[in-house]
């Protein structure tokens, strides 16, 4: 086996979905024997539909709930106007993270790779050529041989904890408490939000957040029904009977990071990379932004396809993106508390989300959309580094778009333009490149675009800043080592 995933939430699946594209042999095991019921989030994002629909699949996950064009940052009265974002997808989309797993999953089967259930990773020890990974299926110990193993498995890794990866951060100070339950009375708890007390509806029953008035004696130990009913009572100052509770959790302020996304030949994406409060709900989002951006570098490492040190770029840009996570949503946190303290800096925020420079930047910033990596070449063109804008094109003769061109997850050169292209081997390539001679009528002014598999602007080149062949050459190069264009 190649890469064994552990794992199938959705870094997991997604990861495992990538890998499966460029041909690579992995398997995903997971130590749960069936997939939890339990849904923490209900949202997927601008970028994660981005990321989708650059493989063909994103319709299959909008067809199955509704799309708002607002979110929300700290404060519930002043929505951010997401349609003022660049993205094809200016909304956030109302589906279970449940249901998320579950659409991944048959992706990843029509792929040819089924998620082996009931199998815990126990131990590992890796060496200079892979990884021998001992998994508990039952009341038996398997041992596999692995070129990679990838800890998506969750903020309680099992994976990071035995590969000795650190996870430093700031520990839980403030907690809330979930409950998916019935109201014996629907109409004693209007939805929304009501003092400290926010009210979601749910087909056929009620998702109640709120604060936990003081920090447990045992953050693990289960949230009992009594507790929470006398805790939401004291909070509303009146009482609302509860019943039939589907599910009681708590969770925290928390915020950690593995200092180590890369270790050897472990790797972490999604909350076994990091873990952040709640705010935002961009946990789903974040895993998969980390799983497309490793997908396609551990897949050329693993097949001997990479450049020197292309794995440890995973490292560089996705921790520098959880850092990023981790801050905003403790600012989240913060200026949500119940604090009148905090009173003035809320006003003084609320204001400043009503200019709309400041919602755009925040819209961006809390959905990945702003993310840009380092490209590693000289320019300053502003898609240089970020997502490529899913132009429409005609390529080859045919009308298409980047995001259909990137279907096959693997890099591409578009020639555009009447500029003479430089050669293949002006690029000194020699496999693993998708080229598309192109005209882009919304805009006439690009000359040529290289794009990573996971939509990233590697190389730029316009009429009006017309790039040399040797930047093209160095892009090739850093990203894709001596690949051939088919």
Not at 280 to 302: C, M, P
Not at 414 to 435: I, M
Request: aromatic fraction near 6%.
């Amino acid at each position: 086996m190649t890469v064994l995933v552990a794992g199938a939430g959705p870094a997991g699946l997604v990861l495992a979905a990538e890998l499966a594209l460029a041909g690579v042999e992995v398997e995903v095991v997971d130590r749960l024997p069936r997939r939890s019921p339990f849904c923490r989030g209900f949202t997927l994002n601008a970028r994660s539909l981005e990321l989708l629909d650059r493989r063909g699949v994103v319709d299959r996950f909008l067809a199955e709930g509704p799309t708002v064009p607002y979110g929300m940052f700290a404060d519930p009265s002043r929505p951010l106007d997401l349609t003022a974002m660049d993205t094809d997808h200016a909304y956030v989309l109302g589906i279970a993270q449940t249901r998320v797993e579950e659409l991944l999953e048959e992706w990843l089967a029509e792929l040819g790779v089924v998620v082996s259930w009931g199998h815990e990773v126990i131990a590992l020890d890796q060496d200079g050529d892979g990884v021998d990974v001992t998994v508990r299926v039952g009341g038996e110990h398997e041992r596999r041989r692995v070129r990679y193993l990838a800890g998506c498995d969750g903020s309680r890794s099992v994976v990071r904890g035995l590969a000795g990866i650190g996870f430093p951060g700031t520990p839980a100070t403030t907690f809330g408490l979930l409950a998916d339950v019935e109201l014996a009375d629907p109409t004693a708890l209007p939805f929304g939000v009501t003092g400290t007390v926010f009210v979601i509806p749910r087909p056929g029953y009620v998702r109640i957040v709120l604060d936990e008035p003081a920090p447990p004696a045992d953050s693990h130990a289960p949230v009992r029904l009594d507790y929470f009913q006398q805790v939401l009572n004291d909070a509303l100052g009146r009482p609302v009977r509860l019943r039939d509770p589907r599910w009681l959790t708590r969770f925290s302020d928390a915020a950690r990071q593995a200092d180590r996304y890369v270790a050897g030949r472990v790797v972490l994406a999604g909350d076994a990379a990091h873990i952040h409060p709640p705010a935002g709900a961009v946990g789903v989002n974040v895993a998969l932004a980390d799983a497309v951006n490793l997908g396609w570098k551990l897949a050329a490492t693993a097949l001997g396809r990479a450049p020197d040190g292309l794995l440890d770029t995973y490292h560089s840009e996705r921790h520098e993106v959880g850092a990023r996570v981790l801050r905003t949503t403790r600012a989240q946190m913060v200026l949500g508390r119940h604090d009148p303290d905090l009173d003035p800096v809320r006003e003084l925020f609320g204001e400043l989300t009503d200019l709309p420079a400041a919602n755009t930047h925040l819209a961006e910033l809390a959905t990945g959309v702003s993310t840009r990596y380092d490209p590693r070449i000289p320019g300053d063109h502003p898609w240089l580094g970020k997502l490529a804008p899913n132009l429409a094109l005609v390529a080859d003769g045919v009308r298409t778009s980047v995001a259909e061109l990137l279907r096959p997850a693997r890099p591409l050169l578009l020639h555009l333009g009447d500029r003479t292209p430089p050669t293949h081997a002006d690029a000194g390539v020699d496999a693993g490149v998708d080229v598309h001679h192109a005209r882009c009528p919304e805009h006439p002014e690009l000359d040529g675009l290289l794009i990573r598999p996971d939509g990233h602007t590697a190389w730029i080149s316009t009429t009006t800043d017309p790039q040399p062949a040797s930047t093209l050459t160095a892009a090739w190069s850093t990203w894709f080592g001596t690949l051939l264009a088919r």
